[in-house]
């Protein structure tokens, strides 16, 4: 079965770029492309693609704008978003709304590509100097109820892991644990934490609102 790509993206030869990639690529099909998120937010409900890519400077609604209207109503859609910016202030609030991944817009073919399939399996790919950024961010004060000394040193490790982007089993594989021992540990942190996702837990540390 193919992963079907959905495209927010207003500039045309990126966009052209992107779906002609994922067109010819083995796996994929492309099943949509929008040059605004008014549009997206109309269709994209009735297609209910695997995957969005999202830009986050849209005209009008903003891409970040865009995920958290979609989210709620394609529960089981991962969103990329694709960006210039490197900002945490951009990183997180993208994570914040339910975005799984973030990539730079300088992303190569076969990265992207790579990225797609990661997150179609569960992991949240990240440009590499993204991926730093979110981990640099774990040396910051927690904020919230019970803040990072409510979580064990084994807890925050898995905790590190997922915002590096590790699916449950490579978490598992790295701390020598089994899936289930990981799933718990998941489901303790997300208690502690009074959250629901792995975005809203990493955007807690970001000291951001989360979004409901």
């Keep these: 079965m193919s992963i079907t790509v959905s495209i927010i993206e207003d500039d045309v030869p990126a966009r052209e770029i992107l779906s002609d990639w994922i067109r010819r690529a083995e796996g994929f099909e492309c099943v949509s492309e ?3 998120a008014e549009s997206a937010l109309e269709i994209l409900p009735r297609e209910k693609p695997a995957v969005v890519l999202v830009d986050i400077n849209l005209p009008g609604v903003n891409g970040i704008e865009c995920i958290r209207r979609l989210k709620p109503v394609l529960p089981q859609t991962q969103f990329v978003m694709l960006t210039v910016y490197e900002d945490d202030n951009h990183i997180f609030k993208a994570l914040a709304v339910g975005a799984s991944g973030y990539l730079l817009k300088q992303t190569q073919r076969q990265m992207l590509l790579t990225a797609l399939r990661e997150v179609y399996a569960g992991g949240s790919p990240m440009s590499s100097s993204i991926a730093r950024k ?5 040396c910051r004060p927690m904020a919230g ?11 925050q490790e898995v905790l590190e892991l997922l915002a590096r982007g590790f699916l449950y089993k490579e978490i598992a594989d790295s701390l020598q644990l ?5 799933n718990t540990y998941i489901r303790r942190i997300y208690e502690k934490l009074h959250v629901r996702s792995r975005a809203q837990a990493l955007a807690l540390y970001a ?3 989360l979004s409901e």
């Design 207 to 209: 000291h951001l609102p």
């Design 34 to 36: 929008h040059d605004d």
């Design 145 to 155: 109820p019970g803040g990072a000394a409510s979580l064990s040193p084994r807890e």
């Design 178 to 182: 089994s899936v289930q021992t990981v």
């Design 134 to 138: 979110v981990v640099q961010s774990f």
